[in-house]
């Protein structure tokens, strides 16, 4: 018994001890949260980045057959010119 009464020390210090761990585990559970925030972060960028590049991949491919096609318009206009050429002998 303390000088003026209970010695609630004991008590005291094991809700100080309490409050300490807390604090470490909410530090510890910030930083996580942290973390996670700048991989989701990081994650949103590499999706934007890919989304781009699928966008300019399919750009290539409209491109390639709008090319392919005129190509082949060509090609049947010249085949129709040198049949009628070729009949006019």
Not at 21 to 38: C, N, P, Q, V
């Amino acid at each position: 018994m303390g000088f003026f009464g209970d010695d609630k020390a004991d008590e005291i210090e094991a809700l100080q001890q309490q409050i300490r761990d807390g604090e470490t585990k909410r530090k510890k559970l910030a930083e996580a949260l942290a973390t996670e925030r700048k991989r989701a972060a990081d994650l949103a960028a590499l999706i934007e980045k890919y989304k781009i590049e699928t966008e300019q991949a399919r750009a290539a491919v409209r491109a390639a057959r709008r090319r392919q096609n005129f190509s082949v318009e060509k090609a049947k206009r010249l085949k129709t010119a040198r049949d009628k050429a070729a009949q006019s002998l």
